[in-house]
């Protein structure tokens, strides 16, 4: 079955630390992949995607993420954390439906 | 450009009633699909609706219904609720099989 994984359920960074976050996936194909960004009670706001072709792809808000085949992952990065980046964070996978993973939520302390 | 928007925002309904939930795509998006997020977890797909007819379904039965219109807003019915379909449904909408864009979704709270 397709599935993504998010290994980490909560992470806790320093403001101005890096950032990364973890995401598998479990396709038959490489799929579309996706982070999104959820704050409390709020819909999600697309960061980044990937479709094809190069593997590291940037996105909104100072995140980038690298696709990796042969480790199955698509991981999100971002050099300089701020306390307003303080969220829940979906991976999600796509061969016509999105299939999120489970969301990592981010603290950030000053 | 409104983006997603959906209605109600809130609301609260009994268990065994049934319930409609609406979805105004962004401008220029074709297809609609419905997701399911329970409390603390990822979101789950319902289903997705393309030129009027549901194109794809998730695990869900079949009290979950929906409709698109030709102007391609969307419908999400409940029927006989249940306590565990408290959730926020959120509804996203894309270009064909481009990446989606989500509204904020509507709460609701079966009591």
């Known amino acids: 079955a397709q599935s993504v994984t998010q290994p980490d359920i909560h992470i806790t960074v320093s403001e101005g630390a890096s950032l990364e976050l973890r995401c598998n996936y479990s396709y038959g194909a490489t799929p579309y992949l996706f982070w999104y960004v959820q704050s409390p009670g709020q819909g999600l706001q697309l960061l980044l995607k990937y479709f094809s072709g190069d593997t590291l792809v940037q996105g909104i808000k100072g995140f980038e993420a690298e696709f990796k085949r042969s480790q199955s992952s698509f991981n999100l990065r971002k050099p300089s954390v701020h306390w307003s980046d303080a969220a829940e964070y979906f991976c999600a996978g796509s061969q016509g439906n999105l299939i999120f993973g489970k969301g990592t939520k981010l603290s950030v302390k000053p | 450009d409104a983006g997603v928007t959906q209605s109600p925002t809130h609301l609260i309904k009994t268990r065994g009633q049934q319930v409609t939930l609406r979805c105004s795509p962004k401008?220029?998006?074709?297809?609609v699909s419905w997701y399911q997020q329970a409390l603390g977890q990822g979101p789950q797909f319902i289903f997705q609706?393309?030129?009027?007819?549901?194109?794809q379904r998730g695990n869900f039965p079949d009290r979950f219904s929906g409709h698109q219109f030709p102007n391609y807003s969307s419908e999400l019915n409940v029927n006989a609720l249940l306590l565990g379909d408290s959730a926020l449904y959120l509804c996203?909408?894309?270009?064909?099989?481009?990446?989606?864009?989500f509204g904020q979704g509507t709460r609701l709270t079966v009591v």
């Open positions: 996203a909408s894309s270009l064909w099989d481009t990446e989606a864009f």
């Open positions: 401008s220029g998006h074709d297809t």
């Open positions: 609706y393309y030129e009027e007819e549901e194109r």
